[in-house]
């Protein structure tokens, strides 16, 4: 602790015990006040809030989780489903079989064509637990993590448009206002950082078409306010209003700060309501909060290998990199829940100009961030997602030549892959069919992944329920959701 | 005890047997002792429990969901949630509950049984009745099982007020409640504070340093009932309330989804600042915003009340179809009607029966057939600030002001052929189950061939039924809502929730009292009905409002969420109430109604860095003066990114309708009113007026506390802020650039004469005072 934090704590818990002695707090309960004596507690500096009683279920396998969104619906075609023979496929039509009775977006249900488009990019086997993982050579740094990763290329969904489509993978539900699976996990399992947020947002831009983000995307939905997520963002103020005004020193902070806390204190004793205390803890949490940030971004502390090892946009605030090691910095100071989101995989016009640019940004950084974590002893506690909304089309969107194609948003299947904390290292999950349209084996849903990471967490998500208008809703929903069990370490 | 029992009787009784219920109820009405009818023995040695208030709720949170309402979730063909199910035979034969034969009932068995395989509820539901609730089971089956309809569904009735009680009627029922419990209630609160806390209920600002000291000066009896009828003819009454309707409207400024366009629907916003201000009655407030397009030869000004449907969030991302979002907007209409009028969570009835209350999916897609009829399209890569139906129209408030594009609602020649949709996926349509429009059975049936029902069964129609005294609901979810503004919860806490796993209220005959009152009128036929400021008068007026809010020893061991009202709740401030007050002080509020929405201060960047490209509201353009210190339900309202500093405090998104906002309390909102610029401009002018009105440091620090907090600093607090002021005096006296930089903040200027020193060490105190736990809170 800091010499004034300190000072201040052991200040306010004379105040306390001087009060309660007099008579003037002896009926105070709530948890303000739990909170404000917790912090004098021995290791209180690692500890911050507390989670639901009775959480979690059972021992956990990971303790945060790191969670790489890329925005937009990567190709898996190009990426990680790795499908060879469709390269003599080429401009052959889609058989109607295969498609079913799919909808299609109203961007090609007016082509007259649904021509195979393979893919225009190599692609290369890394070594793993299994017989080798094929990876796109546009992912080559994250294929060579491959015997870290748990590859699951059975992903499906009911959404095939992006708002609904990221709501759903991001809240459990298409339509906005449930909350985010951070702010579950801030809500069931509390905060381990005492001076930084829970559940922390950061977004970078990509290069090509942008969708829009929501803000409840990382809402708290029905659940307290103060667990939807923080966003951090790559302006002078990394958190909103963070910075104290030009003119202002951190002593005048301080002083203007305990001028508050000793009227609230005053304010306490008169009107005995333990709100008042709560509220000078959140204060003097602003002002901690206000302490960590600049530590937390500053880079200084990072040896140029670690830098080098995620690649030169780690030093430019706001890139993918520089997000990534900036997880990596917070899931070592405890923060529960780190989404980054990458902007602009939305690929209709062009996967090959669009799609390079958008792997260039996040190849070596995401491959990095594991290679980090697991040299700091890290990853084996923290939990690693990189998924999207949906996956795209195998037929081509508009022209279609072997070095120009675009593809259109396609819900039936779709790649993410986890790694760290509670999975199997070094294996892959479920199959799509010989087009990568249809799942053909084990396949796995939003509900079934949110699940699987609350699994890891420790929580048995049937029971990991929240009663708003009357209803226990659950992150998982309501249809039978499972834990997929055949990729847990 | 006796006083407890006949409680009992005056509310649940009438729902308990029908017609002998009746009677019991109308010898009650005429003060004969019912409670000779029931076994004298029993009642001495343990309270009668009453179905809806002690024994529903267990069932329908543990046991409902296998047995209750929904047939196809239904197992062992056995229902709890009526008589006859229970008191028959299950499909396995035995009889759940056989009234006074605790033993003889499989019920009991079950509940108690450690055998997995006929332990009740089973083990993989993750439900376990606790040693008291499987007693209260007991007790319940001892004293004869009885059961009763629930009672939200069940018509208010006035009550009778307990005899010999002075003030109230709200006082009489709170202080009976409190009584039974041993408990007294608060002394009154001092005038300040009185006077601070019911400004803000009713009209969302602090009162002035002049309005202070009129009311703290006013030697005459009914001071208070004057400074009630003064705020209430305010035109902030109407904008303070029209802010809890913009919630439960989902109204915002943007579309939201992909692209989140500009929309302009403000001058509906205007209309409904004025119909409170106007005292619009309830029922003509409801009507209009339902069917305001129906009502014969509607006028212009007749149909804009109807944006209130068409609020809802709008698509445009390309590829999207029209009958899926066209059937989202119809079910989001529904969802809003429910949840704001009935107070009935209707959302799951898309998808299959309701697993706890009496609702069916029929029920769900007979009432979107209301709203499923109209002459919209859907507008995709449409980049129009309105969508058809839309009317053009100049706001109420600025009749000579620019016309904007509203949408509206617009009947279809003929009714949309509605189906029961399989999952409540917009393509699954159920051919086989067709549906016309209705309210849902469990309320009573549709109005065609009724009084009231002399048109085509339309919105109108459903309007008059809503408004009619044969919903139950309607009076009570309003009044509820409103005192929840006021209290902080309500009578029944779950706002959005009275159905069965809503909560039972707190005092049920209140909620009916207010809930009648409120839809008939004064009882001396005065008029009044539907009247919101009556209902308002009539609640702070209240001796149980003007309490003390001071925590005591013996109501926080007994009461320690004051359900009971033993003192007046300290509640925070909202977030537009915040961020006004501050204007308020600062003397820079304006106080021009209505109109466009503004741009006040907010970061650089929000908004592009989350946009999607083809929006036009990718970018934000900071507004100038006057529309920088407008109230902040003039807020340019966008979607996907809801201005910062109501966010912060808890404000809903306004994406779906919202009739409850939490309370909060975060280091995110210290460091906003800490250091959002807003809030640094606003404490250098008040620093500056504070300078400018007095010259004695005493005197200018007793004016600048009062206008933030309403009470007068004491010799203590006075100590504190005078030496923090002197210590930072001298370190701006010191470093004369940094106290030029703090009052670089902000645009609108401060005057020159003042020492820049001085005045920077004030607005640094200024920022202090307007952060304390008292300026943030209501006391």
Request: with cysteine; proline share 7%; aromatic share 8%.
């Amino acid at each position: 602790m800091q010499p004034l934090i300190e000072y201040w704590f052991n200040l306010n818990r004379r105040q306390l015990l001087r009060s309660a002695a007099a008579g003037g707090l002896a009926f105070l309960g709530g948890t303000a006040l739990q909170q404000l004596l917790a912090a004098d507690q021995p290791g209180a500096a690692s500890g911050g809030r507390p989670g639901l009683p009775g959480l979690p279920h059972f021992a956990p396998k990971a303790r945060r989780v790191i969670y790489l969104y890329m925005e937009g619906a990567p190709s898996q075609l190009d990426t990680w489903d790795y499908k060879p023979n469709l390269a003599e496929k080429f401009d052959v039509d889609l058989p109607p079989s295969v498609r079913g009775t799919q909808r299609l977006t109203g961007m090609t249900s007016g082509q007259a064509r649904l021509p195979i488009a393979p893919t225009m990019f190599n692609f290369t086997r890394h070594p793993n637990a299994e017989n080798g993982l094929w990876v796109s050579d546009l992912l080559k740094r994250t294929g060579a993590m491959a015997h870290e990763l748990c590859l699951v290329r059975s992903m499906t969904t009911e959404q095939i448009n992006h708002g609904p489509g990221i709501t759903f993978m991001q809240t459990g539900h298409q339509i906005p206002g449930r909350p985010a699976v951070g702010a579950w996990l801030s809500y069931g399992l509390g905060s381990e950082s005492h001076d930084l947020p829970s559940f922390v947002v950061m977004i970078s831009q990509g290069r090509g078409q942008m969708q829009a983000l929501f803000s409840h995307l990382w809402g708290a939905g029905f659940l307290p306010g103060e667990h939807q997520g923080v966003q951090f963002r790559a302006a002078s103020d990394p958190v909103l209003f963070l910075n104290d005004p030009p003119g202002m020193r951190r002593d005048d902070r301080r002083k203007v700060l305990d001028l508050i806390g000793e009227l609230n204190r005053r304010q306490a004793d008169r009107n005995g309501d333990s709100e008042v205390l709560a509220r000078i803890a959140q204060y003097e949490m602003a002002y901690r909060l206000q302490a960590s940030v600049p530590e937390l971004t500053d880079f200084g502390s990072e040896t140029e290998d670690t830098l080098d090892l995620y690649g030169p946009d780690v030093r430019k605030p706001g890139t993918f990199a520089y997000n990534c090691l900036l997880a990596r910095r917070m899931a070592e100071r405890g923060v529960r829940f780190i989404q980054l989101y990458h902007r602009g995989w939305d690929h209709h016009g062009s996967v090959p100009r669009d799609l390079p640019l958008q792997c260039e940004d996040v190849d070596q950084a995401q491959a990095a961030l594991l290679a980090d974590l697991r040299r700091r002893g890290l990853l084996d506690e923290t939990l690693v997602v990189w998924g999207s909304e949906f996956g795209r089309t195998v037929y081509c969107q508009g022209n279609l030549t072997r070095m120009q194609y675009g593809r259109d948003h396609h819900p039936r299947c779709f790649s993410v892959w986890l790694a760290g904390g509670g999975i199997q290292r070094g294996i892959s999950f479920g199959q799509t069919d010989e087009f990568s349209y249809n799942v053909a084996e084990n396949p796995v849903n939003a509900h079934d992944l949110h699940a699987t990471m609350l699994h890891c967490l420790g929580i048995d998500h049937q029971r990991f329920t929240h009663k708003s208008q009357g209803l226990d809703f659950r992150l998982s929903g309501v249809e039978p959701a499972r834990v997929l069990q055949e990729i847990l370490a | 005890m006796t006083k407890r029992l006949l409680k009992s009787l005056t509310w649940d009784s009438p729902r308990c047997f029908s017609l002998l219920g009746r009677r019991i109820w109308l010898a009650w009405m005429l003060g004969i002792a019912a409670w000779s009818l029931l076994d004298p023995a029993a009642a001495a040695k343990e309270p009668v429990l009453g179905f809806n208030r002690d024994i529903r709720p267990i069932l329908s949170d543990k046991c409902f969901a296998c047995h209750g309402f929904d047939a196809k979730q239904r197992q062992s063909e056995l229902r709890l949630d009526v008589a006859e199910g229970a008191f028959g035979a299950a499909g396995s034969g035995a009889v759940a509950v056989k009234p006074g034969d605790v033993d003889g009932s499989e019920i009991w068995r079950r509940i108690n049984s450690d055998d997995p395989g006929t332990q009740m509820p089973p083990p993989d539901s993750h439900k376990r009745l606790t040693a008291q609730e499987k007693e209260t089971i007991r007790q319940w089956i001892q004293q004869g099982a009885r059961y009763q309809r629930h009672w939200a569904f069940e018509p208010p009735l006035r009550p009778v007020v307990p005899v010999g009680s002075a003030g109230s009627v709200i006082d009489a029922l709170v202080r009976d409640r409190l009584g039974e419990e041993g408990l007294e209630p608060s002394p009154a609160a001092d005038r300040a504070t009185l006077l601070r806390r019911v400004t803000f209920d009713l009209t969302g600002l602090p009162p002035t340093l002049e309005e202070l000291d009129d009311y703290l000066d006013d030697p005459s009896p009914d001071a208070f009932e004057r400074q009630v009828e003064r705020l209430l003819a305010s035109s902030r009454y109407g904008e303070r309330m029209a802010v809890f309707w913009l919630d439960a409207s989902r109204y915002g400024d943007t579309n939201g989804y992909l692209h989140d366009l500009l929309r302009s629907g403000w001058p509906w916003r205007d209309w409904v600042i004025c119909a409170f201000n106007d005292d619009l009655p309830f029922d003509q407030f409801v009507l209009r915003q339902l069917a305001g397009d129906l009502i014969p030869a509607a006028s212009p000004e007749d149909v804009l009340p109807t944006a209130f449907c068409r609020n809802h969030l709008i698509t445009t991302e390309g590829g999207t179809l029209a009958a899926e979002y066209l059937n989202e907007y119809a079910a989001d209409r529904v969802q809003t009607v429910a949840t704001a009028f009935l107070g009935l969570s209707f959302n799951c009835c898309r998808c299959h029966d309701h697993k706890f209350d009496p609702l069916t999916q029929e029920d769900f897609y007979s009432l979107q057939a209301y709203f499923n009829s109209i002459t919209e399209k859907h507008s995709e890569n449409d980049q129009s600030v309105a969508y058809p139906p839309w009317i053009e129209i100049a706001s109420r408030l600025l009749p000579e002001g620019e016309k904007a594009k509203v949408m509206v609602m617009q009947e279809a020649p003929a009714p949309t052929p509605t189906f029961v949709l399989k999952r409540g996926q917009y393509d699954q349509v159920d051919k086989d189950r067709p549906v016309t429009r209705r309210p849902p059975l469990v309320l009573g049936p549709s109005l065609v061939g009724l009084q009231e029902g002399d048109g085509p069964e339309n919105r109108l129609a459903l309007a008059r039924w809503l408004v009619s005294p044969r919903n139950p609901l309607l009076a009570r979810v309003t009044v509820n809502r409103f005192w929840q503004r006021i209290f902080g919860i309500g009578l029944v806490r779950t706002v959005d929730d009275f159905g069965v796993q809503g909560e039972y209220p707190s005092h049920p005959e209140l909620l009916d009292y207010l809930a009648c009152v409120f839809r008939d009128g004064n009882a001396g036929g005065e008029g009044n009905a539907w009247s919101t400021k009556n209902l308002h008068r009539r609640i702070v007026i209240s001796a149980t409002y003007r309490q003390s809010s001071n925590a005591r020893a013996e109501l926080a061991a007994r009461d320690p969420e004051n359900r009971l009202l033993g003192r007046f709740p300290r509640q925070r401030l909202t977030a537009e109430e915040i961020r006004d007050q501050a204007l308020v002080v600062a003397g820079l509020l304006s106080t021009r109604l209505g109109g466009p929405p503004v741009h006040p201060y907010q970061p650089d960047g929000l908004w592009e860095e989350r946009a999607n490209e083809g929006s036009n509201t990718k970018v934000f353009h900071r507004g100038e003066g006057e529309s920088l210190v407008r109230r902040s339900l003039y807020t340019f309202w966008k979607r996907t990114c809801p201005p910062p500093l109501m966010n912060v405090f808890d404000a809903p998104d306004r994406t779906s309708c919202a009739v409850r906002r939490m309370q909060t309390n975060t280091p995110l909102q210290a460091l906003a009113t800490l250091n959002a610029e807003q809030f640094l401009e606003c404490a250098k002018l008040l620093a500056a007026r504070t300078l400018r009105e007095t010259s004695a440091n005493r005197e200018r620090l007793d004016r600048l506390f009062r206008r933030a907090t309403g009470r007068y600093p004491d010799a203590a607090d006075l100590q504190a802020l005078e030496q923090g002021l002197g210590e930072l005096v001298a370190r701006y006296r010191a470093a004369p650039d940094d106290a030029q930089l703090l009052l670089s903040q902000g645009i609108v200027p401060v005057p020159a004469d003042l020492e820049k020193a001085e005045l920077a060490a004030w607005m640094l105190v200024a920022n202090a005072i307007l952060n304390l736990d008292e300026s943030l809170v209501r006391n």
